[in-house]
């Protein structure tokens, strides 16, 4: 086995985060402008190296928050993603300027036989023309422009060779390599890079970028074996979210570096305390759960269940356990607070999980674990992240859930009376149904004649015990648009009023969001 290297000898690999970008664009975990900046902040805490912020033409909402991102986020460099064409360029520097040299113009074009015939309609000279002016016109504005090749990993060698160097003279200074479509494996993505480091002559003037996604299952693999070949940049997500199968996640490439540094001559400035706080804030901004046997961060990754399992770790944790808990950022799901925990308590707690909340949001939070506090003997950390997403972090509200009266039984048809508050008016309607969700949601869905689709309706308890809080989220689809809604109770019926009301708020702000891409 190769001997550890000192942590000064060797490489560090830059950590590209575009959770921001490439993560919300997969359905259900779209995010609004302040959403945007909070999770921009804990990618701060995490010490990533550039958050991609968005994609500023694509819609008014878009450019907002990587304006806003540029203008607050301290310490990563921040970039945005543009098409090869003046209007997006000139539309990422608008927003990015507020970053100053930290901005970096990210600016691409599909470089694949299969895209230049079929989607971009163009031969490979004119792609190969565009790809250059593109970059020259984003380098008028900044040095830090990162170009990348689409669909890289189905280009011909010898025209990927030929852009690349082309970019590079054009004043690229990072070079992305993107498997775009999740279709590489990872010997045949390690001999691409070797290609491009032994072929390129230019190489030695950029810094080579990976940036894959899971179709196949390899995205993690692939990244590794990208940086073995001579890759100084990956390219991730939080919870490995993204396109379609969605991407390399950050927190199992990061603790593949920290745990394998005995063969593995790599390292990253990536606070991995904060890795926890980060996945849990990312599942309750967009209210998808990370499934519980997820590396890293699941529920279970750190579970022992198995008596022989139990055994080894309480005689020594590294029997089953190949990196701790708090290394992660993992703590122990012990009773932390009460009615009788104060203010400051409570905002400790709630920084420690990620959530540094300004004075006018920890106010409402905190009045509203008190109340929490009054119906449950213990309030977990479980609790006060439903607390939060269900308090602090709802989007603009069109509809506000006022009162639900239910009344349903063995031999009586279930029937629910709601009231909610609809740009601030009161409607109130009854509807009968097959149990008092059904008959909850239809009189929602009638209030607000939304046209939208359940297509998903979950319910769990987010702690044991008879008083534990009801956790419900909902996948609701209108259109083109699919959004996810989470709502939590002491009462399921309300939890699941509060989760589709969550939704169809959601779905509001989704329309009102997008203008045409341009």
Not at 221 to 244: F, K, L, P, W, Y
Not at 288 to 306: C, D, L, S, T
Not at 438 to 443: C, G, N
Request: with cysteine; hydrophobic share 40%; net charge neutral.
């Amino acid at each position: 086995m190769a001997k550890s290297a000192q942590k000064d000898d060797k490489q560090i690999i830059r950590i590209f985060d575009t959770t921001l970008r490439d993560g919300e664009q997969a359905p259900g975990n779209s995010m609004n402008i302040e959403e945007k900046l909070r999770l921009a902040k804990q990618l701060q805490k995490l010490n990533v190296d550039v958050i991609e912020a968005g994609f500023p033409i694509a819609s008014e909402g878009d450019f907002e928050a990587v304006k806003k991102v540029a203008q607050t986020i301290k310490g990563p460099q921040i970039a945005g993603l543009c098409r090869s064409s003046e209007k997006d360029i000139d539309r990422a520097w608008e927003a990015l300027k507020h970053a100053g040299e930290k901005g970096r113009i990210h600016t691409f074009i599909a470089t694949s036989d299969i895209h230049m015939k079929y989607k971009l309609k163009m031969e490979p000279g004119k792609v190969l023309e565009d790809a250059v002016k593109a970059v020259r016109r984003a380098r008028s504005y900044t040095p830090n422009v990162e170009f990348s090749c689409e669909d890289a990993v189905r280009t011909r060698l010898p025209f990927l060779v030929e852009v690349v160097e082309a970019v590079i003279d054009a004043g690229a200074t990072t070079v992305n390599i993107p498997d775009t479509v999740g279709y590489t494996i990872p010997f045949e993505y390690f001999n691409i890079i070797k290609h491009l480091k032994d072929n390129v002559r230019n190489i030695d003037k950029a810094v080579i970028s990976v940036h894959c996604h899971n179709d196949l299952g390899l995205s993690v693999a692939n990244s590794i074996a990208a940086i073995q070949a001579g890759a100084g940049q990956v390219e991730c997500t939080i919870n490995g979210i993204g396109e379609r199968a969605g991407n390399c996640s950050l927190e199992e490439f990061v603790m593949i570096l920290k745990t394998r540094a005995d063969i593995l001559p790599f390292r990253c400035n990536v606070a991995t305390e904060q890795l926890t706080p980060a996945s849990r804030l990312l599942s309750t901004i967009t209210g998808i759960a990370v499934q519980p046997n997820k590396a890293i961060v699941g529920a279970n990754a750190f579970a022992h269940e198995a008596g022989i399992h139990q055994h080894g770790v309480l005689m020594e944790k590294s029997t089953y356990e190949i990196m701790t808990p708090d290394s992660v950022g993992l703590k122990e799901n012990a009773l932390v607070l009460g009615k009788h925990s104060g203010r400051h308590a409570f905002k400790k707690r709630l920084i420690e999980l990620g959530h540094d909340l300004n004075d006018e949001d920890l106010n409402k939070a905190f009045d509203k674990f008190k109340s929490l506090a009054d119906l449950k003997k213990e309030v977990f950390d479980e609790d006060l992240e439903a607390l939060i997403a269900e308090e602090v972090m709802r989007p603009a509200e069109k509809y506000k859930l006022d009162h639900i009266t239910v009344t349903c039984g063995s031999f009586a048809v279930a029937t629910a009376t709601v009231q909610l508050e609809i740009d601030g008016e009161p409607v109130r309607t009854a509807e009968l149904g097959d149990g008092p969700v059904d008959a909850t949601l239809k009189a929602i869905k009638k209030l607000t004649k939304t046209k939208g689709r359940l297509l998903q309706y979950n319910v769990g308890s987010i702690t044991g015990g008879t008083d534990a809080q009801g956790e419900v989220t909902v996948k609701v689809s209108d259109g083109d648009k699919t959004v996810s809604g989470r709502g939590s109770s002491t009462d399921i019926i309300e939890a699941s009023a509060k989760a589709y009301i969550n939704a169809l708020n959601r779905l509001h702000y989704q329309k009102g969001k997008f203008i045409e891409s341009l």
